[in-house]
């Protein structure tokens, strides 16, 4: 009986051996450990054998049993990953194939830097006010300390608006963000006319310059200003707010520099240039060999401002300073072509 | 304004000073110098990584190789009739130059020349320009054999040195050019190209540049040069005050008018140094008389006018000269230097004299009484003028003059009869001129003195710096201000080359801007803002729109921005409308008006991408235009949106997809209005739109309120645009009316038990709108029905003729676990009110 069991065994094992698949091995399963198969007959068998030999044989068909059924599930493991290596092999792709593309929605760049820079500044505590595009010469210029027919004024070539009847307040499409300082001033003075609070606000908008439309120029464009109106401000915390804020938008560690310059609304002026970060200063064709970019202008603001403001400049001072966000773009990223913002064409758009 | 290095050294110090020190300096304080052009100074090599400063052009002279020569004679070639050799002698050797220069050419042959001309001689290895090349080329000259004759050197002209870009001839020197000596030590240059502020107008001029460069270093400003005597010669004759008088009728357009006298004067080129400068500062050479009287302006600031004075006087008859400063005639004519004739307006101001006008004041001379070659005395005339009067007439006959660009930026009064006196110098010396004795001044109206009150408070309160009286007013000082301490204030008078310093407050301010360039910018500390935080408001409007371009985004949707000024014409393909905002000076015909709708910039955009991809999605947010009378227009905010092409990407394996159409974009805003958190939202079909197609397009409306339509473009609008096949879908909202809306900002609780879902399909007629449909399954199912969603619309003839049927996925819900019998009294709830009230049958 051993001896059948010893061949039982040596039978059913190498059988085992050919085993490839999931069904082979159930086949195999049935065959060699299912009721019918041989061992089991063995088993079924023992009631018959002599006491001295039953429990032997038990024994013995026991240790097959688990022999054959651990050899079993090891096959069965082996198996497995074989038709799973199989699957996986037949199932590789080429990854190299083009992805498929979805038709996503973009912000305006523009739009993405107005954010940007707004988001900084409404950080610094200034908030945006925003105002209307087309305005009056009062608003534009006479209130921003641009007197009629000054020459300043050759600075800001103006579409003017078609009228009935011509006035010395002629309509045009605003020049520059400031007349939004005149209203927003107006309005906070009319709060409290006793003792106007501060304020500090950015004024995001289109402008508009009479200018012809090429490479490097435009009828229209974003400006963004900062205004900061108080009972204690000064240039030094005008050189100050810029440096936190060119910091934040260019990064840590752009230098920067303030030159003497000349705008109508304020005074002392300056503009500022941020050393160049295309070439970080070495010259290149962005800073046009200079080792620095011109990204804003600055001052405190002119005591005939803060007056029509109706805000007494013996008491308040404050200073404002604008920049393009158009124009930090095209340093930023490259873009040599002006006309490319309001061009909506999605090839250029598609790359922000 | 372009200043040559050599001709602010007359008047400064600028010894250790490189180029590049000097023209950052005048950028921080205001002269911002856009570009340095070198003309023969070394020019600075910037190692690899060292960083730029300014933009540089230009070349430097080698001073071993390009020096200062004498041309001795000038013989004829032997073999080549257009070129000459000239016997030179370069202050070591006698060399043989060929040359073909043609200014030169008419000495050929003429034996030793009693005067050896001097010129500028280029050695052989010396970096030049190409004399022959187009535009600035750079050559290393080269032994060569021409017309068998060794060349090996040459004599320069001005573009092979880079003193013009182009020139006809070689350069010859002013007589007592030091033969030998290295033309760089001669007359090497570098330009500096200054922007001139409009509040700047008084360093307009070499002597103003040199002021402030003497303020910024803390040197001396050199003394000007003295005025020149009138010659014994003319002391006998007539002084200028009894040959002429002046007459100002307007002294605020006129505050001061003075004339010198000179005769006898010869007219002929200036020396060579000046016709260099001259050219250098971006003038050309004319005569010598013309060229005093512009030297004269760029160095000290004043324009000159040159009257031949013949001329006035034979109009005068011979009898005394009455000058006359007034108003022009309207219609009164005036023929220009520039030869053009020019109709006057009333609003311009001449200089005339008994016959008519002589010259535009402040603007340009007359042709009349101009100077020519036959000129033999000159009437110099030094004026002050109105400077706004001068900026409004110079752009009205569109005359920008060098005159005029000085005057319409302020030149103070005082500088007038300086002016006269330092150009009759310089034509006494260039022309042999006999100055005249006698002077005529009138100055009728002097500028007041600019006296300004300054404390240290003041400086602290606006600059942020602590300073003393003292150190305020050594700071002034160095700008000529003059200053007294008076209390515990600064008194501070402004010196008579400005007219920028005001009074009161702003006067205080135009001190405060000196202080601060004088003191430097870069020294003032940099501090945070410590004034009171304003309160906080925020912007809502502004919020909101930027949250609305989000959900557009997100909806997939691109951003365009586009230009605010259109065409009636290109408008009207989607708007009628006449009344517009119109520009009174457009660009260009196609950007004559303000837009009135959104839509139509939407449109113009898809029509210029159409050809360049397969589906497109833009949103525009902005305002539009809308005129009124005596009003400024109106700006309301809109959005539009527009779409066409394909509904998804195409791919490899996915090659079709189907066009966007109406229910894609109803789709999106429904999206885009819940995303807002808009409720009781109902969409009615329209044909109310001018350029929406009448059986596409639908209005969509909260309660009653219609809040904006979208649809097909319309197929004869369409027709006029160069688009595609595909559809059209555009929308448009008016910003203010959506925002006006008050949103729900509950939310529908989100139930643990589960759902039950099931489809239903209903048959109605045709004209039962499928809005009804749904809104009578959410009334009858309340609460219980969670949510409705079409999923089929099916017409077939076994439904039969004018029916459809809509099959619908309801999922009920509620705060129980629903049982099939639940759902099952629902479902017939539902059913049994369709039946009843649309005539509905449910299709098993």
Sequence with gaps: MLDKLNQIEKEALESLQSVADAAALEAWRVANLGRSSPLMSVFSGLGKLSKEEKPVVGQAANQVKVKLEAEFESQAQAVKSAALAKSLAEEKLDVTLPGRAKFVGRLHPSTQQLRRVLSILAEMGFQVYTSREVETDEYNFQLL?????????????????????????????????SPGQIHAMRQFVATNPSDPPPIRIALPGMCFRYEQITARSEVQFNQVEGLAVGKNITFADLKGTIADFVRRMFGEGARLRFRASYFPFTEPSA?????????????????????????????????????AGGYDPKIYSGFAWGMGPERQLMLRNKINDIRYFWGNDARFLEQF | MKIPISWLKDFIDLDGLSVEDIARKLTLAGMEVDEILYVGLPMPIYKDGEKHEFKTNGIGWDREKIVVAEVREVKPHPNADKLTLLDLYDGEKDQVVLTGAPNIFHLKGAGKL???????????????????????????????????????????????????????????????????????????????????????????????????????????????????????????????????????????????????????????????????????????????????????MLELGQPLHAFDYDVLSARAGGKKIKITTRAAKDGEKISTLDGAERTLTASNVLVGDAQGALALAGVMGGLESEVTDQTKNILLEGAAWNFINVRKTARQHNLPSEASFRFSRGVHPALADQGVKLGLRYIAEWANGKIAAGFVDEYPLKPKDAVVRISTRDVKRSLGIDLTLEQISEALARLEFKCEIVEDELQVTAPNHRLDIGEGVVGVADVLEEIARS???????????ADALPPQLGNPVHEWEEHLRDLLVALGFQEIVSYRMTSVEKESRVVRCDDYVQLANPIAPEKSVLRRSLAASVLDALEKNVRNGESFSFFEIGPVFVPRKNELPDEPRKLALVMSGLREATAWDAKDSAQLDFFDMKGRLELLLSGLRLTNISYAASDSSHYLHPGKCAEIKIGEKIIGAFGELHPLVKEKYELSEAPVLAAEFDLATLRALNPTYGITPVSEFPPVYEDIAVVVDETVPAEKVEALIRQTGGRSVANVRLFDLYRDEKIGAGKKSLAYNLTYQAEKTLTDSDAAAIRNKIVKRLEKELGAKLRS
């Design chain 2, 114 to 296: 009693d005067q050896p001309l001097k010129v500028a001689y280029a050695k052989e290895g010396a970096t030049l320009y190409d004399g022959h090349a187009d535009g600035q080329v750079l050559m290393t000259l080269k032994r060569a054999k021409i017309r068998g004759v060794d060349s090996y050197s040459m004599v320069c002209s001005e573009k092979e040195l880079g003193i013009t870009e182009e020139s006809d001839g070689i350069i010859l020197l002013d007589d007592d050019a030091p033969t030998g000596m290295p033309l760089a030590d001669y007359m090497g240059d570098a330009v500096l190209d200054i922007s001139i502020l409009p509040n700047m107008g008084r360093v307009a001029n070499v002597v103003g540049v040199a002021r402030e460069l003497a303020a910024l270093l803390g040197r001396e400003l050199k003394a000007q040069s003295p005025e020149a005597a009138a010659q014994p010669a003319t002391l006998n004759l007539q002084p200028v005050n009894e040959l002429v008088e002046i007459e100002i009728t307007n002294p605020e357009l006129n505050p001061r008018f003075t004339f010198g006298l000179i005769r006898d004067v010869e007219i002929k080129a200036s020396p060579y140094e000046i016709q260099r400068r001259l050219k250098l500062a971006g003038m050309r050479p004319i005569s010598n008389i013309v060229d005093a009287t512009n030297y004269a």
């Design chain 1, 145 to 177: 300390n641009f007197p009629p027919d000054h020459p300043a004024r050759d600075m800001q070539d103006t579409f003017f608006i078609k009228t009935d009847v011509e006035t010395d307040n002629p309509l045009l499409m605003r020049t520059h963000t």
């Design chain 1, 271 to 307: 503009e500022v240039d941020v050393e160049c970060f295309v070439c970080g200063g070495k010259g290149c064709a962005v800073c046009k060999n200079s080792g620095w970019l011109e990204i804003l202008g600055c001052g405190m603001v002119h005591p005939n401002v803060l007056t």
């Design chain 2, 519 to 529: 003191y430097g910018y870069d020294n003032i500390p940099t501090s945070s803002l």
